[in-house]
């Protein structure tokens, strides 16, 4: 006779995410269901969920969320008396590159400079943020952050910060576009969907170059998700894809 914990197992089968094998390796499907089903994961997991809470700000010794900086600066930017000088506005940018970089350990600082020289290169553009983030294909804005950075000592040495260039288009047009066709322009550098992403580029008939290229990296995101589309009729977000490839093979060897 089935116990309650046999049950509920059972009836946790129709939750689970869909794989296939390719090359005797274990793939995420990417389709719709698969995209709802990690998104509902990443929500929920206490570990994440507090990044995306726009309500979530300084409160005792936590510094605020991604989302709630980025709130911030959304009405600075819609204010046209504050100024790329204003002490608020670099204030409000300088929170939101340290929460960014601490939610996703990118490490900005190892070179001793990294948070003040970024926040400096982002805040001096407040009149033309926007500009450069919809016009996405150039990556002006992506180049600008992901230059090398001038260390002020012999100790540290300068760093080339792609990651966190992407995930900083990525989350701003996230937040500061919400609803439009521009807050998915920038799909997430990250080293785990990096490894992987050749695998799901030879499944769907991609040729791959230089991966660790941001511009070659995201043209096959795109490809594969496009190749999606043909197969399934429905093309996943650039946000979605991000997560089914990161999610799923994290914790993978």
Not at 166 to 191: T, V
Request: negative net charge; hydrophobic residues 30%.
């Amino acid at each position: 006779m089935e116990n309650s914990i046999q049950t509920e197992r059972n009836g946790m089968k129709k939750y689970m995410i869909d794989t296939c094998m390719y090359e005797n390796m274990t793939l995420i499907v990417l389709s719709f269901e698969n995209a709802c089903k990690v998104e509902a994961m990443i929500k929920n997991d206490s570990k994440y969920g507090r990044a995306s809470d726009e309500n979530a700000g300084r409160k005792g010794s936590y510094p605020g969320s991604t989302a709630y900086w980025f709130n911030q600066m959304k009405l600075l930017l819609e204010d046209s008396s504050i100024s790329s000088d204003d002490e608020r506005w670099k204030e409000v940018v300088e929170k939101v590159v340290c929460s960014i970089d601490r939610e996703n350990s990118t490490h900005l600082n190892a070179d001793g400079v990294g948070r003040d020289e970024i926040t400096k290169r982002i805040a001096s553009h407040k009149d033309d943020l926007i500009k450069m983030l919809k016009d996405k294909n150039n990556f002006e804005l992506f180049n600008l952050i992901q230059e090398k950075t001038t260390p002020n000592d012999d100790r540290h040495h300068s760093r080339t910060n792609t990651s966190f260039a992407s995930k900083f288009c990525h989350y701003a047009c996230l937040y500061l576009f919400e609803d439009q066709p521009e807050q998915d322009n920038y799909s997430i550098y990250d080293n785990v969907i990096r490894e992987v992403l050749p695998l799901y580029a030879s499944k769907y008939g991609v040729e791959v170059d230089n991966i660790r290229d941001y511009v070659e990296y995201s043209r096959v995101i795109d490809a594969i998700r496009d190749a999606v589309l043909k197969e399934t009729g429905y093309k996943l977000s650039r946000n979605g894809f991000d997560h089914l490839l990161w999610y799923f093979h994290k914790g993978r060897n």
